[in-house]
């Protein structure tokens, strides 16, 4: 099992950046995707969330209008866009999986983990 996140980077305030996260290995197939931020000195933020079939979506209210996420299941790739990027969204963005995606996103119930991905916004 193994998910990896990229497409981190700099980029100016108001900028875009796509993140992806490749997923391998039963069960991620049927396995909801999550995105997590974690910003220096601060905790692990659920940012959102997809279910297995695309169906069910979850955006935290922080980045709701900004941030959409979305899911290609032949690729194995989720994806999540952001747009109009503030400095306070910097931080390293991890993706994970677990058998649900909910309202309430609790990265302790969330399975398996990638390795982040940095992001940098620059005001």
């Known amino acids: 099992v193994q998910l990896q996140a990229s497409g981190g ?3 100016q305030a108001g900028g875009s950046l796509t ?3 490749t997923y391998s290995g039963s069960p991620l197939d049927y396995y909801a ?3 997590f931020r974690q910003a220096p000195g601060k905790e692990r933020e659920p940012i959102s969330c ?3 079939s695309g169906g069910t979506k979850v955006v935290a209210d922080s980045v709701k209008g900004r941030f959409t996420i979305s899911r290609d299941n032949f690729k194995a790739t989720v994806y999540l ?3 109009n990027l503030k ?3 910097t931080g390293v963005y991890y993706c994970a999986g677990d058998l649900f995606c909910q309202q309430n996103m609790r990265p302790d119930e969330y399975e398996y983990w990638g390795k982040g991905t940095l992001v940098t916004v620059s005001s």
Do not use: A, Q, T
């Open 81 to 83: 866009h952001m747009n």
């Open 87 to 89: 400095p306070e969204d």
């Open 9 to 11: 980077g700099l980029v």
């Open 33 to 35: 995707i999550g995105w």
């Open 19 to 21: 993140l992806s996260c």
């Open 50 to 52: 997809i279910s297995s």
